[in-house]
């Protein structure tokens, strides 16, 4: 399983970023994902993740801001990042786990695989 981040970079308050998450060596359709991010000297926290049948949770911090998607053809996972905060600042991951059954936070930092993390830097 392998899983790698791309889209990160540098913006101004307001401004917007799509993350993307390429995966390979599992099936990808049916699994658990989900974003996480983590600040210097903060927690890892959840920010999105997405079941094997679409449904989204969001964390409170980025709703009506952020969205979660995937395309099951490309097994790529996205993040679609609007109206950034300087509070956004983090490194972000994807997470994988395959296989059905209850998609959550929990799940993915107990049993997914990870990325390398892209970094996401919000300015004023």
């Known amino acids: 399983v392998r899983l790698v981040e791309s889209g990160g970079g540098s913006v101004q308050a307001g401004g917007s970023l799509r993350l993307s998450c390429a995966t390979s060596?599992?099936?990808?359709?049916?699994?658990?994902m989900g974003w996480f991010r983590q600040a210097p000297g903060k927690e890892r926290e959840g920010v999105a993740f997405?079941?094997?049948?679409?449904?989204?949770s969001y964390a409170d911090s980025v709703k009506g801001r952020f969205t979660i998607s995937k395309d099951n053809a490309k097994k790529i996972l996205y993040l679609q990042m609007n109206s950034l905060k300087p509070e956004d600042t983090a490194m972000y991951y994807c997470?994988?786990?395959?296989?059905?059954?209850?998609?959550?936070?929990?799940?993915?930092?107990?049993?997914?695989?990870w990325g390398q993390g892209t970094q996401v830097t919000v300015s004023y």
């Open positions: 997470a994988a786990d395959p296989g059905p059954g209850y998609c959550s936070y929990a799940r993915l930092t107990k049993r997914a695989a």
């Open positions: 060596g599992y099936p990808f359709s049916g699994d658990c």
């Open positions: 997405i079941s094997s049948s679409s449904s989204t």
